[in-house]
């Protein structure tokens, strides 16, 4: 936008910001005008045609430089890493069908297309959400004059319907057949299992599991104090819980009953042991690490199976 300025000798001068066909920020500027009219009627149409000439420069990029772009000034490194990582999911969607397209070859009816390819085997909730990333990337374009229709309006989704809120969680005559499926051969080695025993009893977030310390617990108010969360995607260290939200939750006796014995064990192991639990985490192994995601849903896998379960969450 060109901005105006009264100089010292009593004349104006202008400047004009813009981005050059490099994606380079540069500044034009000129002065000796007598009035801010007079520089203002030479000033704006050279800034309505400098914008166009870097609207088409933009047009004529290829779409997955233009995403990447977009991504790195607008969306990468100004929220949480999780977000950064769905803009990256959809960078690599782009770049998978939409490689060699310019900017300005993306139809509605080719966008129409890719949805409908990219749905295959997809849920819609899942397309839905990438073409959310996507589709505000084309949408600065339509915004900012790169495109000449907003592409993405009305666009249909498509993909498989997502299953019905019943079908996503295990039923109580399920849970019960999981949580004997758990308990069979049960060992204090069975970190794992000890953490989605306390999890099918609580409701926690296994990132919330996996950050309780010793003090989360209180055996003689059969309390459990839910403040804090593990950040296993990126600092593998604390984090706050999802939603910030803290809560006791109430322990029943046979959850006690179960969970004691290991608490007790790791407590000893952990004050006693040549290795140190630093950070007097209770569901560690024997080299006082936390079991991985990846563990613990292979673990939960295998309980499924013996209990001859197909879904779960």
């Given at each position: 936008m060109a901005s105006y300025k009264k100089i010292a000798n009593g004349n104006w001068k202008y400047i004009i910001s813009y981005t050059d066909d490099n994606g380079n920020y540069r500044q034009k500027t000129k002065q000796g005008f007598p009035t801010k009219t007079a520089a203002k009627e030479v000033a704006e149409p050279l800034e309505i045609k400098l914008k166009a000439n870097a609207s088409m420069a933009d047009a004529d990029m290829l779409f997955t430089d233009?995403?990447?772009?977009?991504?790195?000034?607008?969306?990468?490194?100004?929220?949480?890493?999780?977000?950064?990582?769905?803009?990256?999911?959809?960078?690599?969607?782009?770049?998978?069908?939409?490689?060699?397209?310019?900017?300005?070859?993306?139809?509605?009816?080719?966008?129409?297309?890719?949805?409908?390819?990219?749905s295959k085997g997809l849920s819609k909730e899942t397309v839905r959400k990438n073409h959310n990333k996507i589709g505000a990337c084309l949408r600065h374009a339509f915004h900012t004059g790169v495109i000449p229709i907003n592409i993405t309006h009305k666009i249909n989704i498509t993909g498989n319907p997502s299953k019905p809120k019943e079908e996503k969680f295990l039923n109580q005559h399920e849970l019960r057949k999981l949580i004997i499926a758990l308990q069979d051969g049960l060992s204090f080695k069975h970190v794992s299992r000890y953490m989605l025993l306390l999890q099918a009893s609580t409701g926690a977030r296994i990132g919330e599991i996996m950050a309780l310390t010793f003090d989360s617990f209180d055996f003689e108010k059969e309390t459990l104090t839910i403040n804090k969360g593990w950040d296993y995607k990126y600092t593998n260290d604390f984090a706050d819980t999802k939603n910030g939200v803290h809560r006791i939750i109430d322990l029943d006796k046979d959850t006690i009953r179960l969970i004691r014995p290991f608490y007790d064990h790791k407590r000893k192991q952990s004050f006693t042991g040549l290795l140190k639990n630093q950070k007097k985490l209770v569901f560690v192994d024997d080299y006082m690490e936390l079991n991985s995601v990846n563990a613990i849903n292979k673990s939960m896998a295998r309980a499924c199976k013996r209990a001859g379960l197909e879904r779960f969450t």
């Open positions: 233009y995403y990447n772009k977009w991504a790195h000034t607008y969306k990468y490194g100004v929220y949480s890493p999780a977000t950064d990582d769905q803009y990256r999911t959809a960078e690599r969607i782009v770049n998978k069908y939409f490689k060699g397209l310019k900017v300005k070859q993306i139809t509605k009816d080719r966008y129409q297309k890719f949805i409908k390819d990219y």
